[in-house]
């Protein structure tokens, strides 16, 4: 694991540290840590699924075009239009 050493930390804030680590029952160094993982780890993960179905919403599909992608499924797609169109 990794070492970080913090210089000049005011005296205040290291009583602060210590006090806070008192009230959850951890060491000093446990609280940093604590507070750095808090800080830095996101709160929640972005799920790919919840992801989509927001940008779907947001585009405004409904059930119904969903059932008409379905239909579609499996099918060859259209040629692609060729320019100059004649």
Do not use: C, F, W
Not at 63 to 76: C, F, H, I, Q, Y
Request: hydrophobic share 40%; charged share 30%; aromatic share 2%.
């Amino acid at each position: 694991m990794a070492m970080l050493t913090v210089r000049n930390l005011p005296d205040d804030v290291h009583r602060a540290l210590r006090a806070r680590a008192a009230e959850h029952g951890r060491s000093t160094e446990a609280e940093v840590r604590e507070i750095l993982a808090a800080a830095v780890t996101p709160q929640t993960r972005v799920r790919l699924g919840d992801a989509i179905a927001a940008l779907a919403q947001t585009a405004g599909l409904t059930g119904e075009d969903v059932e008409a992608l379905e239909r579609t499924k499996g099918k060859t797609p259209a040629e692609p239009l060729k320019y100059p169109l004649n």
